[in-house]
């Protein structure tokens, strides 16, 4: 079954799903909030924060660190045009979301969506939009720290996935071509990201099939 990944910024898929990139089989990411912000007086919060002076220049840097990151283990990416958070000035629907990142899935594959670590507005979206997808009948997995889903907890199956020595150190290799973001990184990990505690582990927790609880959406009455 081939993967597709939904990364809502430009490294979530390499932080939290390395072990996927890795595998055998086909293998998309879909960058979703990776749009242009439209020039502006300064950059936004959280560019500032890991040095950044104008934000349109930090994602197109963004964009080419992804490019070589995900290059370490072969594959490439899909990048949407929506916008982080940290440039919106309104909310973001959901429905045009879910739209665009359907167009990118074939039949068949299956969904890994971030379960929304600390209910960071962009990946509650991207989560949002996967529970979307499985009610139309796509089989979908979470990734990261488990939070609320909108699907009982207790109904999934959980897998834990140790790096070995050898897997870490590609991945390691992979975030730090993430050079505009690693203080970020750090700073929000609250310790070095060599710690194999930090990278080390990577958790999907795995909903029961759509067809199991009445088929998909189109083959309802």
């Avoid at 081939?2 to 939290?16: E, Q």
């Avoid at 890795?22 to 560019?47: H, K």
């Avoid at 796509?138 to 050898?166: C, K, N, W």
Wanted: aromatic letters at 8%; proline letters at 6%; one cysteine or more.
């Amino acid at each position: 079954m081939a993967a597709v990944i939904l990364s809502p910024h430009l490294d979530d898929a390499v932080l939290s799903c390395w072990h996927l990139l890795t595998q055998p089989g086909e293998v998309l990411v879909i960058n979703v909030f990776a749009g242009i912000p439209a020039s502006s007086d300064g950059p936004a919060w959280w560019d500032r924060f890991t040095g950044a002076t104008d934000s349109a220049k930090r994602v197109h840097e963004r964009l080419e660190e992804d490019r070589r990151a995900l290059a370490l283990a072969g594959r490439t990416a899909v990048s949407l045009g929506f916008l982080d958070e940290q440039y919106r000035q309104r909310e973001q629907p959901l429905t045009p979301l879910t739209k665009r990142i359907e167009r990118h899935v074939a039949p068949g594959a299956r969904i890994y969506a971030p379960a929304a670590f600390a209910n960071h507005t962009d990946h509650v979206l991207v989560r949002a939009a996967a529970v979307e997808l499985r009610a139309a009948g796509f089989a979908v997995s979470f990734y990261g720290a488990l939070a609320r889903t909108g699907i009982p907890p207790q109904r999934m199956t959980t897998a834990v996935h140790e790096l070995d020595a050898g897997a870490l150190a590609l991945k390691l290799a992979a975030v730090h071509a993430y050079r505009s973001q690693l203080d970020g990184l750090v700073e929000f990990a609250g310790r070095q990201l060599t710690d194999p505690e930090t990278l080390g582990y990577e958790v999907v927790w795995t909903t029961p099939s759509p067809a199991r609880e009445g088929g998909s959406a189109a083959s309802r009455p």
